[in-house]
C-alpha cells in the first residue's frame, strides 16, 4: 500500500510538471495552424507545413533511441521546455515575416519537442508504474494532459486577440511553472544522464523497428488511426473551429470538446485495473469514435456537432489509455532495449502526421471542414472491423533477437 501511495505521489508531480508543459503547448497548436492558413490561404499547404513538423520528429525516432540510451525522465523533461520556447518565439517572429523559412523552423523545433516529452512518457511509466497499474496511470496523467488542451483554445483565443506579445508572454511564464515544479522535485526524477552522439544509428534502428513491428503491429495500427484523429482536429479542426465561432459563439467549444470527455472519464479510468484484453478493448472504443463521426454529416447545426464530437470524443477518451497501457507492457518485457519502442511509438504518431494532414487538407478543400470528420469516420470504423478479426490475442516479442541488440 506504501509503495502505491508512493507511486501516486511520483505520479502527481509528474503530471503537474506536464499540465503546464502542455498548457503552452496548447496555445502553440491552436495558434500555428491557423496562422499559416489566414498567411497562406491554402489548407493543402498549411498541412504540408504542419506535416514536416512529424517528418522532423520521425527522424528524431530514428536518432533518440540510441543518443538517449541512458537518459532519464527529468533531463528530457528540460530539454522539452526549452525547446518549447524556441518554438513559440519562432512562431512569434512568423507573426511579423510569415516566411516559409521561419515556419519551417518552427515545425523542426516543435517536432524536436513532441520527440522529447514521448520519451519522457514513456520512460517514467516504465519505470516508475507496476504492470497493473499502467492503464490507470495513462488516464491519471491524461486528465492533466487534456485539461491542457482543453483550456488551450480558449486562452489562446483571448491571448492572441490582446497581441503577440502578450500570447508569447504567457507561454514563457507557464514554461517557467513547469521549470520550477521540475527543480523543486530534483530528488525525484534526478538520476544520472549520459548522452552519446557516436552510437546514432538510423539504419539499424529502422531494422530494429522492422522486427518489432512484426509482432506489435497491431497496437501500432491502432496508433495510427489515432494519429490520423488527432491530426485531422489540429489542422482542419482548428481552423473549423475559428469559422465555427464566427457563425455562433459556442462553436469555439468544437475543438476544445475533443478533449473535454478525457479530463471526466480520467477519475473513472484511473481506477481500473485492466491486465488482459486492453487491445481488443481499444479497437471496439476506436470503432464506436468511427461511427460517431460519420454522423456529424447529419446536420450543419452548431449543437448537433459538438455533442456528436463528445460522443465520439468519449470513446477515445477510452481507447487512449488502454493503448498506452499495452505499449508499456510491451517496454517493459524489453528490459534495455526499451527506447527502440518508444522511438517506435513516437514515429507511428509521426507518420500519421506526416500522412493524413495533407489528405485532410485535400478532402476539407472538396467537401468542407464539417464532411471531413465524416470521411475520417468512415476510416476509422474500417479500420477498427479489420483490426478486431486480425489481432492476436498475446503479442509475443522476439527476445532472441532483442537480446543482440545490446
Not at 7 to 14: A, I, M, Q, S
Not at 337 to 355: F, P, Q
Amino acid at each position: 500500500m506504501f509503495k502505491e501511495n508512493l507511486v501516486w505521489n511520483r505520479l502527481l508531480t509528474f503530471s503537474l510538471i506536464l499540465f503546464f508543459l502542455r498548457l503552452s503547448d496548447s496555445i502553440i497548436a491552436f495558434w500555428a495552424p491557423n496562422q499559416i492558413q489566414n498567411s497562406l490561404q491554402n489548407p493543402v499547404i498549411m498541412g504540408a507545413i504542419i506535416s514536416f513538423q512529424s517528418i522532423v520528429g520521425f527522424s528524431a525516432d530514428l536518432i533518440f533511441p540510441r543518443i538517449f540510451k541512458t537518459v532519464r525522465t527529468r533531463r528530457l523533461i528540460f530539454w522539452a521546455i526549452l525547446v518549447s520556447a524556441l518554438t513559440s518565439f519562432f512562431l512569434s517572429a512568423s507573426t511579423f515575416k510569415p516566411l516559409l523559412a521561419i515556419f519551417i523552423a518552427t515545425m523542426t523545433l516543435w517536432g524536436i519537442y513532441y520527440e522529447l516529452v514521448n520519451f519522457a512518457n514513456f520512460q517514467f511509466m516504465g519505470t516508475v508504474v507496476p504492470s497493473q497499474m499502467r492503464a490507470a496511470a495513462w488516464g491519471f496523467t491524461g486528465i492533466f494532459v487534456n485539461l491542457a488542451y482543453f483550456l488551450g483554445p480558449f486562452i489562446a483565443a483571448e491571448l492572441l486577440s490582446n497581441g503577440i506579445l502578450i500570447t508569447q508572454g504567457t507561454i514563457i511564464i507557464f514554461l517557467v511553472v513547469a521549470l520550477v515544479l521540475l527543480t523543486l522535485n530534483k530528488n525525484r526524477h534526478d538520476v544520472p544522464t549520459a548522452v552519446d552522439f557516436s552510437h546514432a544509428n538510423p539504419w539499424a534502428e529502422l531494422r530494429h523497428w522492422l522486427t518489432l513491428s512484426r509482432t506489435v503491429w497491431p497496437a501500432l495500427a491502432i496508433g495510427l488511426v489515432l494519429g490520423f484523429i488527432d491530426a485531422t482536429f489540429y489542422t482542419v479542426g482548428a481552423v473549423w473551429t475559428e469559422k465555427l465561432t464566427l457563425v455562433n459563439p459556442w462553436g469555439i467549444w468544437f475543438l476544445p470538446l475533443y478533449l473535454l470527455p478525457s479530463i471526466c472519464l480520467g477519475i473513472p479510468l484511473s481506477r481500473w485495473n485492466i491486465s488482459n484484453g486492453k487491445k481488443k478493448l481499444a479497437e471496439k472504443f476506436l470503432g464506436l469514435s468511427g461511427i460517431f463521426f460519420i454522423a456529424i454529416a447529419f446536420s450543419s447545426s452548431v449543437s448537433w456537432q459538438l455533442a456528436i464530437i463528445c460522443l465520439a470524443s468519449s470513446a477515445l477518451a477510452v481507447c487512449y489509455p488502454l493503448l498506452q497501457g499495452v505499449y508499456t507492457d510491451i517496454l517493459t518485457r524489453m528490459g534495455s532495449e526499451k527506447k527502440d519502442m518508444i522511438g517506435l511509438t513516437g514515429s507511428v504518431m509521426n507518420l500519421s502526421y506526416i500522412i493524413w494532414p495533407v489528405f485532410a487538407g485535400l478532402i476539407s478543400s472538396k467537401v468542407g471542414e464539417r464532411l471531413t470528420f465524416s470521411w475520417l469516420g468512415v476510416i476509422v470504423l474500417t479500420f477498427s472491423i479489420i483490426l478486431l478479426f486480425v489481432t492476436p490475442r498475446k503479442l509475443k516479442l522476439p527476445q532472441t533477437e532483442i537480446k543482440t541488440w545490446e
